[in-house]
């Protein structure tokens, strides 16, 4: 099983990277838990960078979100 998230900016729209994929899919974890971890550590950062909300997948298959990336206020 791959563990993987989709990046949806403000408009709500799948990011792209710079190769056409799904921003976000070409980082996979072996776990729910590894990727849950990882979003904890690097939310702030993707936020910044314009990403509004994630989407987790287990193998393709969408599991939760989208989820808020937006600081609360």
């Given at each position: ?19 056409g994929?799904?921003?976000?899919s070409t ?27 994630v ?11 989208p ?7």
């Amino acid at each position: 099983m791959a563990w993987s998230w989709r990046f949806i900016d403000a408009g709500g729209e799948l990011m792209k990277d710079e190769d056409g994929a799904d921003a976000g899919s070409t980082v996979e974890f072996p776990t729910q838990s590894d990727a849950e971890s990882w979003i904890g550590e690097h939310w702030r950062q993707l936020s910044e960078s314009g990403v509004h909300s994630v989407t987790l997948y287990e193998d393709g298959r969408e599991v939760y979100g989208p989820m808020s990336l937006e600081p609360p206020e």
